[in-house]
Each structure stands twice: as C-alpha cells, then as structure tokens.
C-alpha cells in the first residue's frame, strides 16, 4: 500500500452496468502500467439493490481489497424501488450514495449523478464532508448520456468525470471501448466519454489531492478472476468435459467452460440437477474423457452420492465447490467460507477424496491442473474448494504464467496392448480393481477397449469388480483405497512447490494462519504488522485432505501463539487442523467473521492485536475466539 | 486407428459370450420376471451384432440393478436412480458404445424420474429396460410408484391413495421416440423389442412387466398377455403421436383391470438423436472424444491462447 493508490468505487443498481464498466476501468488502468485488484458487492437481484464494485490500483502489487476507498462514483440506482425511506428496502434511489459514504476515506473525493440523486436527500451529506475532507463533484450525467445517446449510457459519463478529476489519459478507456462496442453505440459513448472529460476538465476547479497512481509494467499482464484460472487449468489438462446446473457463483466456471469447449473439441452439458451433473462427469470420465462438475452448496449437497460413487469406483472426477454464505439458500451472492466440513465429510462412509483451497488465482491455476493430475493418476476424486470472493476478483498476472505445456494424460488408464498384457480373471474378466502398483492404484480399462471388461459398482467388490461381502476382500479393498491418500500426501510433500504459502520472516515470534481466499488479505496485513513493529509470519494452507500434517505443525510449533482467519462462524478449519494434528489447542485463537464481507487487512491487523496485547475491541462485524484454555 | 478395437468389430457372436465366468448364476427368486429380461438381452445381441466389449451396461438400484452382474460386458452399476446420466454421458463421451441402461420401477420413475424426463427430451441414443414389478423388491415389497391405487404394503397398511404411474404416456410426453411395453412371461416379443431398441437410434424406451412372485404375490403374472400389433382388435399407427397417445393411455388403464397389453406402441424414425443435434449445431466433436486421449498425436489446444481476451 502506498499513499498514492487509488481504491475506486463505482456505485449502483444492479442493471446498471456496474460489473462491465468496472471491468473496463481496472483494464484500462492495467494497461496504464498499474496493479489491479477489484472487489465485487452485489445482492441477489436481477435489477436494482445496492450494487459497487471497487477497483484497487497502485504502482505496487495490489492482492487485496483495500481498507475504506478514496473515490466514490454514484451512479444512482435507475431500477430503485420504492422511493421512501420507510420501505422495506429502505430508500434505493439514494443508496448509491448513502450506503457507500461510511466507508469513503477522509480526504476521499464524491462524484454522482445529480440527473437521478438529490444530494439534499441525503442527510447531513454537507456536513458530513466537511467533517471527513470529502470532494463532492455532483454532475448531471443523466443529462450528458441523454443528449449524445441514451441514458444508460451515464456510467461512460462517470468514467470520463473519474478520468478528468483524476488526470488520467483517456486513450486505453477508448481502446477498450473500441475493442467492445461498434456503430452508433461505440460512436455514442466516445462522444459521451470525452465530453464528460473535458467538461469537468474545463469547468470545475479540482479541491481534492487524489490522481491516478502512474506505474509501468515489465511485462504484457493479462486481467482475470480466479473462476478464468480455474477453467483455465483445467483446459491445459485436457478436461474436454464438464456437466453442471446454475448456481451463484459457481455458473462463472460453468459459464467460461461452456463458451470454450465447443471450440476446442470438448462438451459442454447443462443438465436436470445437480446429481446428474456429478453422474454425467463420472460417466464421462469412466469411458476415458478427461470430466469436471461441480456446483455451490446447495447443489453441491445433491452431488454427495455421485461424488460416494466415484469414491468406490475409483473413478476420477473433479468437483468444483463455490461456497457461498449459507445455511441453505444463505446469501447467494455472498462470500463465506462455511462449507469446508461439508466439502470434506459428505457422502456415505470414510471420506476417500482430495481436497483443495488455492488462495488466489495464481494458486487457482496451479491447483485445479494439480486436481486433474491426481484424479487420474490416483483414481480418486479431487475437489477445488473456492468461493465468490475469489470467484469475482479481478486481479493482473504476467501473461507469461499462463505460458504452459498442456497435460492431457488421462492417467493410470491403460491401452489395449497394456490390457492384453495385464491380470485377468479365468473367467476373461479383467481385474480392475486388483493390489495394483506400489501406490495402491489398479490400472484401468474403459468401454470398447477389447479385452477390458469389468464391473463398475458402489457395492464393495472383488478384483474383478463383482459384489463381494467377504470380510478380508472388504479390508483390503478399503485399505488399498484410502491409503492413496497417504501416498498423494507423500507426493506432494516432496513436490518441488508447496501448495501451502508461506508469508513474512522466518523467525517471527507470532503466526496467522489462513486457509483459501483470505489468504492475499493476511499476507497484507502480516507486513502493515511488521512495519508497526510486531513480529509476525503467515501460512496460508490449500490442502485440506489429505492434510499436510508436518508443515502445518512445524509452523505453528515455530510461533508462541497462532491466529486462524477464516470466513465462517464455527472456526471450521481452526477444527480440522486440531483433530488432523491432536493438539495445539491452547494455542490456535480464531479470528472470524460470517456477515457476508470479505476481511479488510485493517480487520487482521485489528484482530491479531487482539490476540497479542488483549486489545479490548475487534471490528464490527468481526469475532475474536480465544484459544481453549484462555 | 481406433484405440477401441472392440468398436464395430465384425465376427460371429455368440449368445453365450454374454453369460459371465465369474456369477452366471443370478441370485434372484426362483420365478422372477427378471430371468426374462436377462434372457431376452442375451438374445438379442447376438442379432444386433454388438460384442461385449463395445457394450456398456448402466443399471441402477435394486434386484434389477444385479443384471450387469449376470451379463458380461463392460458393467456399471451405480447409485439408486441415477443410471441414465452416467450411461448418455458414456454415450457423448464415445458414441460407438452400445450403451443400454436398466433399472426397476421405483428405481427409474420414482427417485429417477427426472433424469427419465430429460434423457427421453433429449433423445439420447440408448436403450433404456425398465424392470416393472409394480412393487420395491429388494428392500421386501414397499409400494411402488407404479403400485396399484389401493395395494397394501407395509408402508400403506390401508392401501395406496395414489394413482400410479403412467410409464408409456409419461415417456411419450418427455420425448423418447421408441416406447414399447413387453413381458417376462413373453419372451420372444421380448428379444425381438430389446433388439429393436437397440438399433434404434435414439431413446428407446421399455417398460418390461418383471412379475415378483415374493413380494408381489397379489399381482397378476402378467398372463395372457396381448401383443396389439398381432391383434385384430387393436388397430393404431405407431408413428402417430396423437393415435399413440391414446392407445397408451388405455393400455396403461387396462393393466389394473387384469387385462395385459404389450408391444411397441410409438416410434419416431426420423427424430435425430441428441448427439446428432449437439453435432449439428457444433457443440460436439466429430470424432469420438475418448479416442483423443490415446492419439498420441493429438494437438491439445492451451489456454495461453486465449489470453488476448484478458490483456
């Protein structure tokens, strides 16, 4: 963070072409030479409610929402309802502005649109700026979008009064309007973008100190969200296959894939549910094809018996689970991170499956192809757990990430000439299920490969895959089974790069520990607590089965005492790790919160100071949980 | 070349190389309607030239749901109701499988009636054998969605207040563009549909009536049985939507009257199939897509190539 960032939030109805025009404005500033971050916020509503997006830019990397934001542009919600203080959603033509103002920064510079907005409306609005240093700029960009097209188009308006009072070079804005748009609509905005820039350019008189940051990049970026890297992953590993059903936030994956596949040779299905959407990933996968689905909750709560399925017969799949705040339909648009038991226990019987948590979208990319590779190699399903956080920041990588050899390999799945060669039963059947090789994993045949037939079954089954209840097949079955965990775990404690993130000096006296999304927002908030003077390391953890046991110890036992951030009110990873580890309670506190809001570094910082001195107070909305014992 | 030489291979077949090695011996109820469906299966494919390993069969839950147990091929047996979504997602993933799905009645028109519904909307190239005993077998003679109005149970000790199902008009709604009922006591009319549904490229539907002489005692044994395509008394055109609707309905009510109609009473030749449509509107390879994972030339498309659209 530095004094110069720009924390920039755009604000309206939804409808109101929030998400487009900010997308447009983090690109720009991208292409400026800045780092991007955007933090999305949003109701479950197809038109209106409160809706901001807020984009974060500085010559420094940015991985993280900021503290508050310094500029406000108010749309004004075109689609409110209800225009009276005392219905039931309260005032919504106003909101834009008064939902927004208790976050703005002092010193935080105001532009709305005066076309729809009475400033009057909103109460003590002069005052209030005068106490906070605010900038207020009311602009009728209703008006200007009428006059040169139609009044939609007021969010190019506030883009060009952003640039002016901002002294940003408008030209990248012009780019990526030319690159969206064409004819009489492109023609439109330009006139509309301009004209709003020079106006505010020629006849308002700047008070505030805010400019746009100025940077460059060594490198070409490129803007995506971690749902962008999740798809991505996945095509680089081959996956030609996904089934799903709607659901927020995981139709973003869903989305992205669909457009893809047909394109590049794959198949895309939008079924009846959630349960065929898991039977159609394993009937896929079962017959050679490299298959995803995967769902938020909800639906993932209907895919616990195909995903039991895949777990018995070894089939490999990959799931995508997108949480969302529940219990039940929660808060469909917002994040949370309280479906991490879910993701790991449900299903029928002992757990058998792996488990991921990426922690950004970089991660996002390294994971779901880590997914892949294990879920073929292994025979087992993997599950990619992330959330809407993640799923819908927007975020710039070096395009040279992406810069990768693809892995189609499907795995411990054999050839004809593999199949003629390998055991069979007297019978002629094939044993699929036999010891296997030294990690446990039964080479596979799939339909129409001669020679390969088996029997695929949930029931507990011999070699050859028949119906077998006979006690020592039974113990051996499952024991071979689960003991592949054991072995992924081995694998992966050796691999060259950890999927856990290790974060700050080596030798400090304190640890967060983090799992998923949080995980940039506690590294930020690990170096604002060193610069103060405290000595603190983070461990952001992304396998959560099979556990990884000795880093996760080695950290912790490194530190005095430890703080588990995560997003959900029962301190479900804080949990985990103590029955995966059988001790360490008198040193985990839990730092939580489950209002729907990503953590703010601030929050941490706040939250860990709790931890250390007893400061009295953490922050609204947030949940101090003392370690047992304290 | 293909790396499933199984795939249209062309030699003699013979029935027995469908008896498995490892249970030719089924573990149902002497006097099952299942020995039937078992027996015509093994029949018909011999007829229809499909070989073991080109065949996948997808059953469900319950005594139906052993079949692929009795019948050497390549075998899923999965979760109750779920058969028809991993058999047509075989079928997407390599449209030279023979893929043919079973299960019972609770087991495809109760818990799985939805997949029932969009597998015959889409039309998916498969055969799908419903084993209609009009009762739960397995978990010892519960009521059933196709469970008389009236029949007592242990679960309706007073007798059903439902109306059962009604199979054939039900698929006939959703879309498939074979529906055929026969029965176990009928067994050549039951290869002879078996092997029709099978060369039948789209969803074929059976409703195959499975007496249970255990748990089902009361139920008829489905004898004398009709075929109303050799009776004079019924007359109607099987490919006329409407005409088919109507001889459903009556064939389904006259069922509870003791009096069993059987036959192929709707098909749609001239229907494409799901895959053909999702082909023809570009939403799915030409090639088989499971064959792309054992070409070991095969070009495998990156995301890399896609970054233009983030820069």
Redesign the interface.
Same mark, same amino acid.
């Given at each position: 963070m530095t004094d110069t960032e720009l924390m920039w939030r755009i604000a309206g109805g939804s409808g109101d072409g929030i998400d487009s025009t900010s997308q447009n404005f983090a690109k720009a500033l991208m292409r400026a030479g800045l780092n991007v971050f955007t933090h999305r916020h949003y109701p479950s509503r197809i038109r209106g409610g409160h809706t901001y997006v807020e984009v974060r830019a500085d010559s420094e990397p940015v991985r993280s929402r900021g503290d508050g934001f310094n500029f406000l542009l108010a749309l004004g919600d075109s689609f409110a309802r209800n225009p009276s203080e005392d219905a039931f959603y309260g005032d919504e033509e106003v909101k834009p502005l008064t939902e927004n103002l208790d976050e703005l920064n002092e010193g935080g510079v105001i532009v709305y649109d005066e076309g729809l907005l009475e400033g009057d409306d909103v109460a003590n609005l002069n005052e209030r700026a005068e106490e906070n240093d605010w900038h207020v700029y009311p602009l009728d960009l209703r008006g200007l979008a009428r006059e040169h097209g139609r009044e939609v188009m007021r969010n190019t308006a506030g883009v060009g009064a952003t640039a002016a009072l901002l002294d940003m070079d408008i030209t990248h804005i012009e780019d990526l309007m030319e690159d969206a748009m064409s004819g009489d609509v492109l023609e439109a905005n330009l006139q509309i973008l301009e004209e709003a820039y020079e106006d505010v350019k020629d006849n308002y008189e700047f008070t505030h100190d805010l400019r746009a940051p100025t940077g460059e990049h060594d490198e070409q970026q490129v803007l995506l969200s971690g749902s962008n890297a999740i798809a991505y992953g996945a095509i680089d590993e081959g996956c030609r296959f996904i089934a799903g059903y709607p659901m927020t936030p995981w139709t973003d994956v869903f989305t992205i894939m669909s457009q893809h596949l047909p394109d590049i040779g794959g198949i895309s299905e939008q079924v009846e549910d959630e349960i065929a959407a898991a039977a159609l990933a394993i009937g896929a996968s079962h017959t050679g094809v490299k298959a995803m689905s995967g769902s938020s909750g909800g639906g993932f709560a209907l895919m616990s018996e195909p995903l039991g399925l895949a777990e018995m017969t070894e089939t490999p799949l990959v799931l995508i689970e997108a949480m969302r705040a529940g219990p039940s339909t929660g808060m469909p648009t917002k994040p949370e991170q309280a479906d991490l038991e879910h993701v790991l226990y449900t299903s029928q019987g002992d757990s058998t499956r792996v488990v991921f948590a990426p922690g950004n979208i970089r991660e996002c990319y390294d994971q779901i192809r880590a997914a892949f590779r294990i879920a073929y190699e292994y025979q087992i399903p993997s599950i990619l757990v992330y959330d809407q956080k993640l799923q819908g920041e927007l975020r710039n990588v070096d395009e040279s990430f992406f810069d990768r050899e693809p892995n189609a390999d499907p795995g411990t799945t054999m050839t004809e000439e593999e199949i003629a060669e390998a055991a069979h039963h007297a019978s002629g059947k094939f044993q699929r299920f036999g010891e296997g090789d030294e990690n446990g994993v039964s080479p596979r045949s799939v339909p129409g490969q001669k020679g390969g037939r088996f029997l695929a079954t949930g029931n507990e089954h011999s070699p050859e895959g028949h119906i077998s209840e006979d006690t020592e097949n039974r113990v051996r079955q499952m024991d071979r089974r689960l003991g592949k965990l054991d072995t992924i775990r081995e694998e992966l404690d050796g691999a060259d790069d950890s999927h856990q993130t290790y974060y700050g000096p080596d030798t400090a006296e304190y640890g967060i520990m983090v799992w998923g999304s949080h995980q940039d927002t506690v590294f930020e908030a690990v170096d604002r607590l060193n610069d103060a003077g405290h000595s603190v390391k983070a461990l952001g953890v992304s396998d959560l089965m099979p556990y990884p046991e000795a880093e996760v110890t080695e950290f912790i036992e490194s530190v005095e005492e430890c703080l588990v951030v995560e997003m959900n009110a029962t301190a479900q990873f804080r949990g985990l790790t103590q029955k995966e580890l059988g001790r360490f309670g008198p040193k985990l506190n839990s730092f939580l919160k489950y209002n729907g809001e990503p953590f703010e570094p601030y929050e941490v910082v706040e939250g860990f100071e709790r931890t250390v001195d007893g400061a009295p107070d953490v922050p609204e909305g947030t949940k101090f949980v003392p370690a047992a014992g304290d | 070349m293909s +790396? =499933?030489?199984?795939?249209d291979?062309e030699r003699e077949i013979d029935r027995d190389e469908f008896t &498995?090695?490892?249970?030719p011996q089924p573990t149902w109820c002497p006097g099952c309607g299942d020995f039937g469906v078992l027996k015509a299966l093994k029949q018909a494919m011999p007829e229809v030239g499909r070989t &073991?390993?080109?065949?996948?069969l997808?059953t469900g839950?319950g005594c139906s749901g !052993?079949l %692929?147990?009795y019948f050497?091929?390549?075998?899923?047996?999965?979760?109750h109701g779920?058969s @028809?979504?991993? /058999? #047509? /997602?075989?079928k @997407? +993933? %390599?449209p *030279?499988?023979e893929v043919i799905a079973a299960g019972g009645d609770g087991d495809g028109y109760g818990i799985g009636g %939805?997949?029932f519904?969009?597998t015959a909307r889409e039309n998916h190239d498969m055969t799908y054998i419903v084993f209609n005993n009009e009762i739960f077998g397995l978990t010892k003679g519960q009521t059933s969605p196709t469970s008389p109005k009236g029949h007592k149970s242990k679960t309706q000790p007073h007798g059903s207040a439902k109306q059962p199902i009604r199979p054939l008009s039900q698929s006939l709604t959703a879309g498939a563009s074979y529906v055929a009922r026969t029965a176990a006591v009928n067994p050549n009319q039951a290869k002879e549909i078996i092997a029709e549904a099978i060369e039948h490229d789209g969803f074929a539907h059976i409703d195959f009536l499975t007496q249970c002489p255990t748990w089902n005692k009361d139920a008829k044994q489905y004898v004398p049985y009709v075929d109303v395509q050799q009776s004079d008394d019924y007359d109607f055109d099987v490919t006329d939507r409407e005409e088919a609707g109507k001889m459903m309905y009556e064939v389904e009510s006259k069922l509870h009257e003791g009096e069993v109609l059987t036959g192929r009473f709707y098909r749609d030749d001239d229907r494409m199939s799901y895959g053909e449509e !999702?082909r023809a509107v *570009?939403?799915? &390879?030409d090639d088989p @897509?499971?064959e792309?994972? =054992?070409d070991e030339d095969?070009e495998?498309? #990156?995301?890399?190539d @896609?970054?233009h659209y983030? #820069?």
């Open positions: - | +790396a =499933f030489s199984a795939i291979e &498995p090695g490892i249970e &073991p390993d080109e065949t996948l997808v839950i !052993k %692929n147990s050497e091929s390549y075998g899923f047996h999965t979760i779920r @028809l979504p991993v /058999a #047509r /997602a075989a @997407l +993933a %390599n *030279g499988l %939805n997949h519904i969009h !999702k *570009g939403e799915m &390879p @897509l499971a792309r994972y =054992f095969a495998w498309e #990156r995301s890399a @896609l970054m983030h #820069r």
